[in-house]
Nanobody, 129 residues
Framework: QVQLVESGGGVVQAGGSLRLSCAVS????????MGWFRQAPGKEREFVAA??????????AESVKGRFTISSDNAKNTDTVYLQMNSLKPEDTGIYFC????????????????????WGQGTQVTISS
């Protein structure tokens, strides 16, 4: 069973930085992507960033480009995906969720949730103004 555990959330002032981590275990597929979504109070969950298993391709939401960087460390059956967040704004506040997808499902657009995605429980990020 694939399990994802996020960490690194917290409360920081606007302009500050945070680094989120997501430990992924139990993965049995070889072609996959990992990413981050976030959900602000009263809003829909939205895409933040994604990275392929090789690290060769990354994708960001327009709202975080130039401020956030996604990266990963990959082993045979375990991975860690990071989200370095700089120049944080109050509108970055929300619960951040890690996601892993087996790309053999055929759902290649990581900006949209898909059936079969594996999700973590989320970590709270609060940016104070």
């Amino acid at each position: 069973q694939v399990q994802l555990v996020e960490s690194g959330g917290g409360v920081v002032q606007a302009g500050g930085s945070l680094r989120l981590s997501c430990a992924v275990s139990g993965r049995t597929f070889d072609s996959y992507a990992m990413g981050w979504f976030r959900q602000a109070p009263g809003k829909e969950r939205e895409f933040v960033a994604a990275i392929t298993w090789s690290g060769s391709s990354t994708h960001y939401a327009e709202s975080v480009k130039g401020r956030f960087t996604i990266s990963s460390d990959n082993a045979k059956n375990t991975d860690t995906v990071y989200l370095q967040m700089n120049s944080l704004k109050p509108e970055d506040t929300g619960i951040y969720f890690c996601v892993v997808r087996d790309l053999k499902t055929g759902f290649f657009n990581m900006a949209l949730p898909a059936p079969g995605d594996y999700w973590g429980q989320g970590t709270q990020v609060t940016i104070s103004s």
